[in-house]
Nanobody, 117 residues
Framework: QVQLVESGGGLVQPGGSLTLSCAASGFPFSDYVMGWYRQAPGKERELVAA????????DYARSVKGRFFISRDNAKNTVTLQMNSLKPEDTAVYYC??????????WGQGTQVTVSS
């Protein structure tokens, strides 16, 4: 059974930091591209960051580049999103995603991040 379980969301003030974690199970984690997406109210889901392998190529949305950092631990089957200098426009539900080519596409249940004073 495939599971992606996010944690670490919450309420934070502008300029603050949060770390999101995703624990994966039920599939060969190291073979998958892992990513974080977000969806704000009334908007489409968008890619925030993705990583192919530990220490390898990463991809970031322009709006978060230099503030967010994605990493993964293939030994622990986890992927982490470090979010710094948070802005109100970062408020959204954040989803963990696992992709294998175009064959497999798994999603977590999402975790709410709210940036507000």
């Amino acid at each position: 059974q495939v599971q992606l379980v996010e944690s670490g969301g919450g309420l934070v003030q502008p300029g603050g930091s949060l770390t999101l974690s995703c624990a994966a199970s039920g599939f060969p984690f190291s073979d998958y591209v892992m990513g974080w997406y977000r969806q704000a109210p009334g908007k489409e889901r968008e890619l925030v960051a993705a990583i192919l392998r530990p220490g390898g190529q990463t991809d970031y949305a322009r709006s978060v580049k230099g503030r967010f950092f994605i990493s993964r631990d293939n030994a622990k089957n986890t992927v982490t999103l470090q979010m710094n200098s948070l802005k109100p426009e970062d408020t959204a539900v954040y989803y963990c995603n696992a992709k294998f080519l175009t064959i497999r596409d798994y999603w977590g249940q999402g975790t709410q991040v709210t940036v507000s004073s």
